[in-house]
Each structure stands twice: as structure tokens, then as C-alpha cells.
């Protein structure tokens, strides 16, 4: 049976704007399976990030748990702290400039252990020899380096520490399409090598349907659907998962309709009343604008958040 590594359980984060409350995630749970990639997709803004930075620690949730093998993560744990790496969106900037990149990588294992000067020299060559760096770049700066070589000494240093799980940002968004399929398969390998979870945020399908075992679908800080990806992706129910997968694949619906997004992403600060995705949904009905579709499942491990989308009892 698959092993749970995290439960993330009725997550929220609001923020303060302009004395207007930001849901930026209202009530999220889902669990992370140990050596399995999930995925969470959408667009800008929708929520992914603040998930991101709440499992990394960086930020404190409104409410909720995060239980990394059944333990909060918000307890003051060294161990857990190396368990759980992350990889930012931009290399470019998640790279401190005035540091080699030998610093860069043993950075945290200084933090963590005490190793001999040996010992620290060999570890530095087996990370760069993982991510298929030569230890010659151990003694440049980041601003030597292409894009491609930053994103990998960034994952040399998440892997420094061992760790269990990876929160992977947008790691691709700054890298053009030939260095972006060799990030990810090194990202797959390591996964394979090391036994590595990750998270995996994206607004990029193709790149989910290739990484990921299972995925979730992000729209204004709440899931609206949540699957297997090969369910997902194969039978996307709710309409906002069909336009991103219509937008990106040859996918059609069976009366062969591309469903087709209207109108801007409303602002978070004044979501719809009814269904968040209301006012894009070629679908809308009025029952969407006055409640809200709950998240619930219509088949085995597949929850949909739509009104049109019924569940076997139904
Ligand atoms: Fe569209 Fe209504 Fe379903 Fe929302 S609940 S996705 S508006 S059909």
C-alpha cells in the first residue's frame, strides 16, 4: 500500500490587503505519497506558492495541519528541517551572487553537520556529480554560470542533506524548453536514485502530465479538482481543468466542443459569491452564482468541485 510522507489537512492562509481579507488557500487538503511527485496546477496568483511556502516553513498558515510522517512540521525539529528542501522558481535569484558555488552547495550541511574538510571536498563532487556538473565549476560564481547550471546547483544544494521531500517552485519558468526537459529528467533520476517525494508546482500541464502521479487543480486559492493524473488528464470533469487541458493538449470534450476560457481571473480580493469559476464557465447555470460547489468525490480518488459533475449517488 502506498505510504503517506505528508497529510496536509483543512490548510488556509488569508493576508490582509487594503483592510480586505485574501483567501489565498481556503481549506486545502491532500497527501503526498513517499517517492511519488504531486502536482498543482493554475494560474498566477491562484494559491500555489502560499502552499509552497506554508509546507517550507517560510510562512505560518491562518489554519490547518501539516503533518510530515504524522509529526507538525511547525515544531522546532532539525530533522525535519533537512527533510524538506525546496527549489525556487528563479535560479537566478535563489543563488546568492557573492558565494562560490562550492559555498553555495555545502552551505547547509555546515548548518547541519560537521564534517572534515575531506570529507566535505567529496560529498561537493558527488552532489555536482549528480546533477552531471563537473567539480571544476566548484570554484566560479553563480554569474559564470547559464540558467541550466544555476537550477542544478540549486538542486545539488536541496539534495545536500538528504532529504525525503523537495518542494519544487516553478522550477522551469525561467529556463527555455530544451533546458527545461533536462531539469526534469534529472528531477525524475534523482527521484528514481534517491527516493525523493516532491511537490511539484506548475502552471505548465505538459510538464505535470509527465512528472506527477497525482495533481490538483488551483483557482482562486481552492481546489477544483483533484486526481490520479492519469485520471486527470484523461478525464478532466470539472470546466476550468478541461479550457487549461483543451489550451495546452488536443483534448476535446465528446461532442468534440474545445472549451474555451472567457474573461479574465476575477480579483482574489472580490471572488464570485456562487462557484469561484462562475463568471468564466460556459456552463454557468444559475444555481452557480448563488452556491458554492463543495469538493467532493465522483469516483474512486477523483473529487470535483462543479454542480454539473455528479457523484454516483446522485
Ligand atoms: Fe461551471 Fe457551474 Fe460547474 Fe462552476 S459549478 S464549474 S459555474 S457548471
Known sequence: MDKKLLSIKNLKKNFLIQNKILKAVDDVSFDIIKGKTFAIVGESGCGK??????????????????????????????????????????????????MKISEIILEPIKIHKKFKKEKELNLLTS???????????????????????????????SIALNPKFIICDEPLSSLDISTSSQIISLLKNLQQNLNLSYL??????????YISQNAAVMYLGKFLELAPSSKLFLNPLHPYTQALISASFSFKKKNNDKVILKNEIPSPLNPPKGCLFSTRCPYAKNECFEIRPALKEVEKDHQVACHLVKTPSN
Open 127 to 157: 552532489l555536482l556529480n549528480q546533477v552531471n556538473l563537473s567539480s571544476t565549476i566548484a570554484k566560479r560564481y553563480p554569474h559564470e554560470l547559464s540558467g541550466g547550471q544555476r537550477q542544478r546547483i540549486a538542486i545539488a544544494r
Open 49 to 98: 506558492s502560499s502552499i509552497a511556502n506554508m509546507i517550507a516553513n517560510l510562512i505560518k498558515p491562518t489554519s490547518g495541519q501539516i503533518l510530515f510522517e504524522n509529526r507538525s512540521i511547525f515544531k522546532n525539529d532539525n530533522e525535519l528541517k533537512k527533510n524538506i528542501q525546496m527549489i525556487f522558481q528563479d535560479p537566478y535569484l535563489s543563488l546568492n551572487p557573492k
Open 200 to 209: 511539484f508546482i506548475s502552471h505548465n500541464l505538459a510538464v505535470v502530465k
